[in-house]
């Protein structure tokens, strides 16, 4: 029987079999009443003897069959034809002492005499009830084995399905614990690059005030208000569409573009399949904000940044360069290259959201200019 308790599944093993003395008890005096109501009222009805005697050769019958089951156990695991010849010539020798000793009780309590010709007729009745007792003590016994492997079977399943139950349960408070724990270090990691960035656009507008660009300030500070008004109304997400993470880019790049006029432009190369990947929020602009201030605010010459999108073998990778100066450092692998604190962020928010199994390779590139290069697992 299967029994739903909570989320656990519990299956109730089956009641103990009675024991063999309360087999053989009732099963005797079934014998007894059996005879009596077949023999003795229809042959002998009203007398009292012949009953008795009934009751009698079936005690007989528990005192001479016991040792049947000693034979038995003794040969229970013994080759099958081998068991079966001892236990058969312990049921003939048995049924040999049960025939004498109920003809002599038969004489005692009768003193009727019993005809030579009728002892074939008892022998045959011994052998035919110690036949079924020992048929019948080797079905019970062949059923117990079976009920006890039965019920240990159940108690193994209802442990496996208990541990099972509890390993989900240990699994979802594990799951819960890093989701909650996971939430909060982005949440912190939020917090920590927007004054980042304020700091930054605001660095920007005091630049354009000073230039006594006062038409750029108050479009740049415009722009900056609804910036942060969108990031506000997202303040809670974590993730999003690399679709949505380019418009944010796009909406910081504006903001830039009014400090940077013809020396900032932007170059756009996003797959289809990329813009739909999901991807940590506000990933990408810490490294735009790099981009600005080691390329295009060191160069009064056009500068160029381009932010490319694809995905390959179910990985995502995105590549943010610069047409900067040029440099003769080779690219380095963000784990064990020195960053800033924009760059040390997205390393953070990396590990936070994919473990180990991201690459992120920024730095210098050949020929010119500075290279980002993030790949994680395509989520959709």
Known sequence: MLRNIGTETRVDPVGKLPGYWTFQIAGWLAFALVSIFSLNVWYNPGELLPALHSVAQSLIGIIVSHPLRAVARRFWNAPPLRRIVIVSIAIIVTSQIWTV????????????????????????????????????????????????????????????????????RENAKRLQAEGLARAAKLRMLNYQLNPHFLFNALNSVSALVKRDDQNGAIEMLSRIGEFLRSSLEESETFEHELRDEIAIVEHYLAIEKVRFGERLNVDFKISKSAANIHIPSLLLQP??????????????????????????????????????????????????????????????????????????????????????????????
């Open 287 to 380: 490294l735009i904000e790099n981009n600005i201030k080691h390329a295009v605010g060191k160069s009064l010459t056009p500068t160029t940044i381009r932010i490319e999108a694809t995905v390959d073998s179910n990985r995502l990778t995105i590549n943010l360069s610069d047409s900067g100066e040029a440099a003769p450092i080779a690219r380095k692998n963000a784990h064990t290259h020195s960053v800033g604190v924009g760059l040390k962020n997205v390393e953070e928010r990396l590990k936070s959201v994919y473990g180990d199994d991201y690459e992120f390779l920024v730095g210098p590139v050949e020929g010119g200019g500075y290279s980002a290069e993030i790949t994680v697992p395509v989520v959709i």
């Open 101 to 168: 000793l109920r003809l002599l009780a038969f004489l005692h309590m009768t003193n009727l005499p019993i005809a030579s010709s009728d002892w074939g007729g008892w022998i045959f009745g011994s052998l035919t009830v110690l036949g079924s007792w020992a048929f019948c003590y080797h079905a019970i016994k062949y059923y117990r084995q079976w009920h006890e492997a039965h019920a240990l079977s159940i108690k193994a399943q209802n442990a496996a399905l208990a541990a099972e139950a509890l390993a989900e």
